[in-house]
């Protein structure tokens, strides 16, 4: 499994958008980059996936570059309630065997 | 649908004590599993299933059993519960059709464990 770094703790204002990279340099062809976000006393939610170029949904855009070294998770204009811990996963089993670092805490200001 | 159920939400356990604890989902996913998440860190994973009958090792597997008699449940089981075994459970489950990557884990609302 691909070892991820990210940074420990971000902090935002409301209203403003929330970039947060991750690095994975040994990622393998066949894996995936995949963004769980975790409330706390609950369990991580999925947000997004994705293997090259950009994707986006209703919650968030992941942008990851041709080398495919990093990945930027994207969060339009947070609000209070984005505040929890944000987890870069980068896995070739899609959701299965599940490697968690340690995560971002991003912590949105009023 | 109630996704995935883990039961119960809050135990305390004495040193030496057995237990078990119980995960159930309901959207008929072959692949489920058990993290650990200790205060500050990410979750790790202790077993894993890939189908009925079907259990595997995952990184922190020591002092926990599981088994898979049916597609909906995977229940943990903590033989001789350890002070180092507190921390709280989360139990996983996605679909594993073994040829698309692109899938989700569904996690449970945890278990809170405390052994005294």
């Known amino acids: 499994l691909a070892k991820t770094t990210q940074p420990i703790s971000m902090d935002s204002y409301e209203g403003q958008e929330v970039n947060i990279t991750c690095s994975h340099n040994n990622i393998a062809t066949n894996d995936y980059i995949t963004w769980y976000q975790q409330f706390p006393s609950q369990g991580p939610r999925f947000i997004i996936q994705?293997?090259?170029t950009k994707v986006t949904n209703e919650v968030a855009s992941l942008f990851i570059p041709a080398d495919r070294k990093s990945s930027t998770l994207s969060l339009p204009r947070v609000s209070l309630s984005d505040t929890a811990v944000y987890y870069c996963l980068v896995d070739q089993t899609g959701a299965n065997n599940l490697f968690f670092g340690t995560g971002t805490r991003l912590t949105v200001i009023p | 649908n109630a996704g995935v159920t883990q039961t119960p939400k809050f135990q305390v356990l004495k040193t030496g004590q057995s237990m078990t604890l119980q995960c159930a989902q309901d959207m008929n996913h072959e692949y489920m599993s058990w993290y650990r998440q200790d205060p500050g860190m990410g979750l790790r994973l202790i077993h894993y299933?890939?189908?009925?009958?079907?259990?595997d090792q995952g990184e922190v597997p020591n002092g926990y059993n599981v088994s898979r008699s049916t597609t909906e449940d995977f229940p943990l089981r903590l033989l001789s519960a350890a002070p180092s075994q507190t921390s709280v459970y989360f139990c996983a489950s996605s679909y594993s059709n073994g040829i698309s990557l692109n899938t989700e884990a569904f996690f449970g609302q945890g278990t809170r464990l405390t052994v005294v």
């Open positions: 994705g293997y090259k």
């Open positions: 299933s890939v189908g009925a009958g079907i259990t």
